[in-house]
T-cell receptor, first 116, second 112 residues
Framework: DAMVIQNPRYQVTQFGKPVTLSCSQTLNHNVMYWYQQKSSQAPKLLFHYYDKDFNNEADTPDNFQSRRPNTSFCFLDIRSPGLGDAAMYLC???????????????FGSGTRLTVV | AQSVTQLDSQVPVFEEAPVELRCNYSSSVSVYLFWYVQYPNQGLQLLLKYLSGSTLVKGINGFEAEFNKSQTSFHLRKPSVHISDTAEYFCAPRSNDYKLSFGAGTTVTVRA
């Protein structure tokens, strides 16, 4: 059974139209991460939540925001998507920040975002 | 976050042949090291990890990797590949600032 679930698998949005990607987990992990992976590139960390504490990477554009209303769910909001934001967005979880407990970092299947 | 180098971007290999994917990381301090596999349009799946102890780590699907601290390397190997091993492979060290860095990836294409 999938432990980190991302919906939808594929999302098409219009240039400049806000879009929200969803991630849920059944592992009860404390940390949830969002990565952006552009075509043929390595995943790049955007931000993470440790419980309710939000931690933004220094080079994450302001256009990207996140919400974590409870332990199980985390959302990625893109306020005004540009063509350059087309990518696969990966959600991951870990029990703690060390990433070495349980399954380590567990990734979802990703949401592929297309901007038209 | 530290940098990580995957020395081969593309590795074509015939079925049942061995494969080695090379990974070097920049730091000389103790790190935790992971290898992930990504099948087309899928998320990342953990192949194996090195935390401490034996430098030879065995993972899923017949993969293994060897941690070499003096050479700051963590190369991935499989003695005999299958068509189903066609995928993208990422080396990912997690350094002391708790950040997981990913290499650029190595695309393995297994041919019959």
């Amino acid at each position: 059974d999938a432990m980190v679930i991302q919906n939808p698998r594929y999302q098409v949005t219009q240039f400049g139209k806000p879009v929200t990607l969803s991630c849920s987990q059944t592992l009860n992990h404390n940390v949830m991460y969002w990565y952006q992976q552009k075509s043929s590139q390595a995943p790049k960390l955007l931000f993470h939540y440790y419980d309710k504490d939000f931690n933004n990477e220094a080079d994450t554009p302001d256009n990207f925001q996140s919400r974590r209303p409870n332990t199980s769910f985390c959302f990625l909001d893109i306020r005004s998507p540009g063509l350059g934001d087309a990518a696969m967005y990966l959600c991951a979880t870990s029990r703690d920040l060390t990433g070495v407990q349980d399954y380590g970092y567990t990734f979802g299947s990703g949401t592929r975002l297309t901007v038209v | 976050a530290q940098s990580v180098t995957q020395l081969d971007s593309q590795v074509p290999v015939f079925e049942e042949a061995p494969v080695e994917l090379r990974c070097n990381y920049s730091s000389s301090v103790s790190v935790y090291l992971f290898w992930y596999v990504q099948y087309p349009n899928q998320g990342l799946q953990l192949l194996l990890k090195y935390l401490s102890g034996s430098t030879l780590v065995k993972g899923i699907n017949g993969f293994e990797a060897e941690f070499n601290k003096s050479q700051t390397s963590f190369h991935l190997r499989k003695p005999s590949v299958h068509i189903s091993d066609t995928a993208e492979y990422f080396c990912a060290p997690r350094s002391n600032d708790y950040k997981l860095s990913f290499g650029a990836g190595t695309t393995v294409t297994v041919r019959a």
